[in-house]
């Protein structure tokens, strides 16, 4: 009895609820998207996929309008080459550019893909 | 009192832990050491004798200190238990980072405080078949997630019913078992079939011990924690095989899946004795993942190569080789390698220091090397 009680008090402790999955909803359901050119829908789902596990997840996954990466935190400055988002990473061949940290490189192709997107705001 | 204490260092046959390089110390299995069969969380009072002992410096003890006085101070605050059914632990591990080290501009330093834990065992009857342990305490949030959520909680809490030394069931939020469970929570041996330091599910694990075989059989609801869409519920299996007596070549399979994903892993290890405490560690595998979206569908394959030289006692140099392939249509790939020490001048206390270069290869773009460094200490009470 004694030791039926004490496991059911473990049961009820307090469990870490943050893991590998907590940003699965953000990054794998099926999100609406407004604005933006045709290289929006992919490049949003690349950051879905590279960025938002670590990247302020509850915000990037917000910003479905091409707009919002403009007015929110800067991460797009329109004009080429200028976009935090890309020079963070590390196919950008910028010095301190160190995103994914700790992971790989994007495949080259998903990179090209983030310049076009970038490249679409005037 | 010499025997009683070679007689209790001898009570279990074999040791691993989430140091599982200890197989060169000629311990296969983690239950030797850990209250958790597959490894990792606290010690049991034979783990603490070995720490004690057998893995830290000897250099720094009394003279007068033969080994016997040393592991007669292994047990919490340095005091032998008064009694059988109560054991408690204290566990700190924090490091210093720094990335891109050297670089004028780009030099980042920053101190993180990994754990911070209380553990309580209660283990009554023969043998302790039943144990009951608790881990509480602090772990850092991403920094995402600062200010959202608690930064004190469980990551492992559960019950244990061992009706015989060679079959045991366990219960609670536990780890997961698949592979080799390096410490290195960032090797891709873990990211990728998401096995790393807070992935914990609630489930019930069956273990099996015997003369050559160790089994492991894990069903899991997900961390009852989280909301339920998220929970990755499934099931894993992993085998070993003792091999020419010391050393173990393993097999594990994991299916789990939650509303948005689902993951199907496989891998291959082997954990060599290279003797006087030296060892191999090898893992080879894959992750399948399908997303609701269909937007990150692919297949993962990671190779892991540890070594661990032990030139002196307390000392280990390591060596470290990994391997990720993000996607296995694709040709890109990522090698990180590095060497390490891993120093425990006197027992309760390990001081590490790891180098990490990461180089990723594409045919069409080059980037340039990144680099990493970690000074670790981790202390245990």
């Known amino acids: ?122 | 009192m010499k025997l009683f204490l070679i007689g209790f260092l001898f009570l279990f046959s074999t040791f691993a832990s989430a140091y599982t390089q200890f197989i060169g110390h000629s311990y296969t299995s983690c239950l030797n050491c850990h209250f958790n069969p597959s490894g990792g969380g606290p010690l049991n009072d034979y783990g603490r004798v070995v720490s004690a002992t057998l893995i830290s410096s000897g250099a720094f003890y009394p003279k007068t200190w033969n080994e016997e006085k040393v592991a007669y101070t292994s047990g919490f605050l340095f005091r032998k238990p008064k009694q059988d059914w109560l054991r408690t632990q204290i566990n700190y591990r924090g490091f210093q980072v720094v990335q891109n080290p050297g670089s004028s501009k780009n030099e980042q330093k920053r101190w993180i405080n990994m754990q911070a834990d209380a553990r309580v065992i209660l283990k009554f009857g023969e043998n302790d078949k039943f144990i009951a342990v608790g881990q509480y305490g602090y772990a850092p949030l991403p920094q995402n997630l600062e200010g959202e959520q608690t930064e004190w909680r469980s990551r492992e809490h559960y019950v244990g019913y061992r009706p015989s030394p060679k079959v045991g069931i366990y219960a609670g939020l536990m780890d997961k078992v698949f592979g080799i469970k390096v410490i290195e929570h960032i090797a891709f041996s873990r990211i990728a079939p998401e096995v790393t330091q807070n992935d914990q599910t609630h489930g019930v694990m069956g273990h099996y011990l015997g003369e050559k075989w160790e089994m492991f059989a894990h069903g899991f609801v997900g961390n009852l924690a989280q909301d339920e869409d998220l929970r990755m519920k499934g099931g894993s299996v992993m085998v070993e095989r003792t091999a020419f007596d010391i050393h173990r070549i393993g097999a594990s399979v994991m299916s789990s899946k939650n509303n948005y994903q689902d993951l199907l892993s496989y891998s291959g290890h082997t954990r060599l004795n290279l003797k006087e405490g030296s060892a191999i560690l090898a893992e080879i595998g894959q992750t399948n993942r399908k997303t609701q979206n269909g937007s990150d569908d692919r297949t993962m394959r990671y190779g892991l190569l540890q070594t661990y030289l032990r030139p002196v006692r307390g000392t280990y140099f390591l060596a470290n080789i990994e391997y990720f392939k993000k996607d296995i249509k694709e040709s890109d790939y990522t090698v990180r390698w590095g060497p390490g020490i891993q120093y425990f001048p006197i027992q309760r206390l390990e001081l590490r220091l790891d180098a990490y270069n990461t180089r990723n290869f594409a045919p069409t773009s080059s980037t340039k090397d990144s680099w990493m460094y970690l000074l670790q200490t981790h202390i245990w009470l």
């Not at chain 1, 469990?15 to 990054?27: A, L, P, T």
């Not at chain 1, 933006?36 to 996929?49: C, R, V, W």
């Not at chain 1, 917000?62 to 990466?69: I, K, L, P, R």
């Not at chain 1, 495949?107 to 705001?121: G, I």
Request: glycine share 8%; net charge negative.
């Open chain 1, 1 to 122: 009895m004694k030791f039926a009680l004490i496991a059911l008090l473990l049961f009820y402790i307090g469990c870490q609820d943050y893991n590998s999955n907590s940003f699965d909803k953000d990054r794998y359901s099926e999100i609406e998207l407004t604005g933006g050119g045709a290289n929006f829908k992919p490049a949003y789902k690349i950051l879905q996929t590279r960025c938002m596990n670590c990247h302020q997840h509850a915000q990037w996954s917000g910003y479905t309008d091409a707009q919002d990466w403009v007015t929110n935190e800067n991460l797009i400055s329109p004009g080429p080459d200028k976009s935090l988002v890309i020079t963070r990473i590390i196919n950008s061949g910028e010095v301190g550019a160190d995103m994914p940290q700790g992971g790989a490189a994007l495949p080259a192709s998903e990179f090209q893909t983030l310049v076009d997107w970038e490249a679409e705001y005037p």
